[in-house]
């Protein structure tokens, strides 16, 4: 099987690469080449520009080794009680369907499948390790290594452990009872750590909650952490931590046995399990293909239509139509549930801060979330041609202008961010006045804020739906530049890519900005000086409608091109 | 009327399909038949406007498809052989969007016979993903039907349908043939071609071999030793057989 190992590995890294380097005929991969390879010497290793200090990377995190010691072990304990008790935890070890296909049906026993799949990690493990050390750029060659290597087998040992959990989590369902039996080892000392770990902080916190810093607070619980008990409990972790934190190298070796034969204990647990795995691996494997091949998972089938559409009227609606549908199929209540955290952490930070409270705080919170709304939202909804770009043989179909059709693929993520961006604007001018003292200014101060309020709400939708066109305008223009199907290109030269692009779509927003900036900015010079007056509201207006104009003349021009454009000139993404 | 002339598709230095003519009257169902890579889909895609033409010209009802693209799609009707749906619509809601692009008032009456006649009643509010190959087939052919086309074509249109979806698949072009559309069937299975079609049009490596009804192919000089089934007459005019 090692041998197996070795040749596949091999086959699959040189037909990777002759794949990249093929893709390099391309002047678009070729072009990302450059720029990807460009930003990685940049950010990676001259951070912007700037040489390297001496004092970042690893050179400071040896500096405070001791804390990162004592967060690393428990964060490990955390993954390891997860693995066990987490339901979702200890799924089956990943096979793909053609490792099911060749190797299950093969005359190969259980032991080399477990080896083989070791193995394959390795791979994966060996460059995550080697990339998590460039980054944090050791200041020696000594340093380099001893993280690499230490790090590497910390993953090891956890990849090593999630998958003795999944085993004997396979087993336990197998087995029933006696399988509770047969692996209450393990079991039993996660439990215990934890409980050991409670009683710890139990009994000390007396002195705990007598500290009023926090730094003192964090100190007494890493005392705690190498002491007693729990200093026991946390010592496999510590130990692991130890090695990639070493400051030296024969810090380095100090450390080593201790991890090795954590290495070694959990390689032999996995190997001793006799939970047969295959029938749930490959059940895994097919979900995961199947789940990779189709699209996602349509949420709701019963939910209502955005509006009802009318037999009659021009085709943007109906295309409108159709992809707010979209939005509301694939937005569920657990997607909203996904963002509560968030607005609960923003809810507490806002509770604390400022004078005015919780009002003023959410207010101050409103300005960014529409900026960041309105730059970013045009690229993550993507409920336009870029979606319906793997089904542009059958809008071709259409009896629609080629205008008609992208005026109404951008219509919906125009609308959808638009609404966002309108709430955080509204919410951010309700409950801005309250913060205003309540002296003779309020009343000025109020007026200037709904001006600017709706100066924003106005200028929001111009510049959404510019970048909406920008985005469309690339799928229309570079189809091959933007991914059609499920899964997106990997490499430097497709982060290049993907770095041209958003340049460019800054660049063209600006740039689509700039005339009716200029007419606006004039304009309202030309008023304040003869008047003194500020306009606010008039100027956003012209821009915005200097923008939908220029929207409107680059659709047309884009349609003249998506009418001419061949189907097959859009390869499929890989 | 479907009348392609002359038209060349190349895909970079590969010519797929090589100074290819060929009229459909009114009335008539013509199978488009030639091996893998012949040219079939390339032909029937450029009829319909999904890929532009290198060469020639290609009129609907006598609107050009490149030149008035919008009057000659609203004629047409295209089934291909991999059914397109939207995952996020429902049956009703596909019909509903194809009626409002082809301009479609009445279309709660016209769906619902469709979806009668297509045996999808009770699958009006499923979405594709709940749908069988062979219903996900049977949507894209009630959308592609709801307008009353002028013009069909069917690629492969018998891929993934039950024994029961096939009789009604060619109940259905036969009847839509006999009511005076354009129809062109382009498909692997010579025994359906043979049973349908009216004139049968055979393309290999992109240039017509063959064009007339199966008895005037049958009197041709150089397939009259092929035999009396399509079959024969394919393997011998393609070459395929020795």
Redesign the interface.
């Known amino acids: 099987m090692v041998g197996t190992f070795f040749y596949l590995t091999a086959c699959t890294m040189k037909n990777r690469l002759r794949r990249r380097l093929q893709r390099l005929r391309e002047p678009r991969y070729l072009i990302g080449l450059v720029v990807g390879m460009l930003y990685m010497y940049f950010v990676v290793f001259r951070r912007g520009g700037r040489p390297r200090p001496d004092t970042a990377g690893l050179s400071m995190i040896a500096r405070i080794a001791g804390p990162m010691q004592f967060l690393g072990s428990l964060f490990l304990l955390a993954i390891a009680a997860a693995a066990w008790v987490w339901p979702g935890a200890g799924q089956p070890i990943a096979f793909s369907r053609a490792e099911v296909q060749f190797f299950f049906q093969a005359p190969v026993t259980r032991r080399a499948l477990i080896h083989f799949k070791l193995l394959r990690s390795q791979v994966a493990i060996l460059f995550g390790s080697a990339i998590a050390t460039v980054f944090l750029r050791p200041g020696s060659l000594a340093s380099g290594w001893t993280f690499m290597a230490g790090l590497w087998i910390l993953l090891m040992v956890v990849r090593l452990h999630l998958m003795g959990v999944a085993l004997s989590r396979s087993s336990l369902a197998a087995h029933g009872t006696s399988g509770v039996a047969r692996q209450w080892l393990p079991l039993t000392i996660v439990l215990g750590a934890i409980a050991v770990l409670a009683s710890a902080v139990a009994g000390d916190w007396p002195a705990l909650s007598s500290l009023t810093d926090s730094g003192d607070v964090f100190k007494e619980l890493q005392r705690l952490g190498v002491t007693g008990a729990a200093g026991v409990v946390l010592w496999p972790f510590r130990a692991l931590v130890r090695l990639p934190l070493s400051g030296s190298a024969a810090e380095f070796w100090s450390a080593l046995p201790a991890a090795l034969a954590l290495l070694a204990l959990n390689y032999v647990w996995v190997l001793r399990s006799d939970a047969a795995f295959e029938e749930a691996s490959a059940a895994h494997a097919e979900k995961r293909a199947t789940a990779r091949a189709a699209p996602r998972a349509v949420v709701r089938s019963t939910a209502s239509t955005p509006f009802t559409l009318a037999a009659e009227g021009p085709p943007e609606t109906a295309i409108l139509w159709k992809n707010l549908i979209l939005v509301g199929r694939y937005v569920s209540l657990r997607t909203l549930l996904r963002l509560l955290p968030l607005i609960i952490v923003f809810g507490v930070i806002a509770q604390g801060g400022g004078r005015g409270g919780m009002a003023s705080a959410l207010a101050a919170m409103c300005l960014p979330l529409a900026a960041f709304t309105v730059l970013l939202g045009p690229q993550m909804m993507r409920n336009d041609l870029r979606q319906d770009l793997a089904n542009l043989a059958l809008l071709k179909t259409w009896p629609v202008r080629g205008a008609a059709l992208i005026r109404g693929e951008v219509l919906a993520p125009t609308v959808v961010v638009s609404v966002v961006a309108w709430l955080f604007i509204l919410l951010g001018a309700i409950l801005a006045p309250r913060a205003a003292s309540p002296d003779g200014t309020a009343a000025v101060l109020m007026a200037n804020r709904a001006s600017l309020a709706i100066a924003a709400a106005i200028l929001a939708p111009a510049i959404i739906l510019s970048q909406t066109v920008v985005q469309n305008a690339l799928a229309v223009l570079f189809p091959a530049w933007v991914p059609a199907g499920p899964s997106r290109p990997r490499g430097i030269d497709a982060m290049g890519q993907r770095l041209l692009m958003l340049a460019g779509i800054l660049l063209t927003l600006a740039a689509s900005l700039l005339p009716g900036a200029l007419i606006a900015g004039a304009l309202a010079f030309v008023v304040y000086w003869i008047t003194g007056a500020t306009l606010i509201i008039l100027p956003a207006l012209i821009v915005a409608i200097v923008v939908a104009g220029e929207c409107w003349l680059a659709i047309e021009g884009l349609g003249r091109v998506l009418d001419r454009t061949d189907v097959s000139a859009i390869d499929a993404a890989e | 009327m479907i009348d392609v002339q002359h038209l060349t598709k190349t895909?970079g230095t590969f010519k797929a399909v090589d100074d290819f003519s060929f009229r459909v009257e009114p009335g008539e169902v013509v199978g488009l038949i030639g091996p893998n890579g012949a040219g079939k889909t390339s032909t029937l895609?450029c009829i319909?406007?999904?890929?532009?033409p290198s060469a020639g010209t290609i009129t609907i009802g006598g609107h050009d498809i490149v030149k008035a693209?919008?009057?000659?799609?609203?004629r047409?009707a295209?089934m291909?052989d991999e059914p397109?749906l939207?995952?996020?619509?429902?049956v009703m809601?596909h019909l509903?969007?194809t009626?409002?692009?082809?301009?479609?008032?009445?279309?709660e009456s016209r769906a619902k016979v469709l979806i009668e006649e297509l045996t999808l009643t009770g699958k009006e509010?499923?979405?594709p993903?709940?749908l069988s190959r062979g219903m996900k087939q049977k949507v894209a052919i009630a959308c592609g039907l709801l307008h009353d086309p002028d013009a069909l074509l069917f690629d492969e249109p018998l891929t993934g349908l039950d024994p029961l979806g096939i009789r009604h698949m060619k109940e259905t072009i036969v009847s839509r043939g006999r009511a005076g559309a354009t129809v062109i069937v382009s498909s692997h299975l010579l025994h359906l071609v043979e049973e349908i079609c009216t004139r049968i049009v055979i393309i290999d490596h992109g240039v017509k071999i063959a064009d007339g009804t199966l008895e005037e192919l049958k009197a041709r000089p150089e397939l009259a030793a092929a035999g009396s089934s399509l079959e024969q007459i394919f393997l011998t005019a393609t070459a395929r057989e020795p």
Do not use: N
């Not at chain 2, 319909?48 to 532009?52: D, T």
């Not at chain 2, 693209?69 to 609203?74: F, L, Q, T, W």
């Open positions: 895909y895609r319909v406007g999904i890929q532009a693209p919008v009057d000659a799609k609203r047409l295209f291909a397109q939207f995952d996020y619509l429902t809601e509903r969007l009626a409002r692009l082809y301009h479609v008032r009445d279309v509010q499923a979405l993903a709940e």
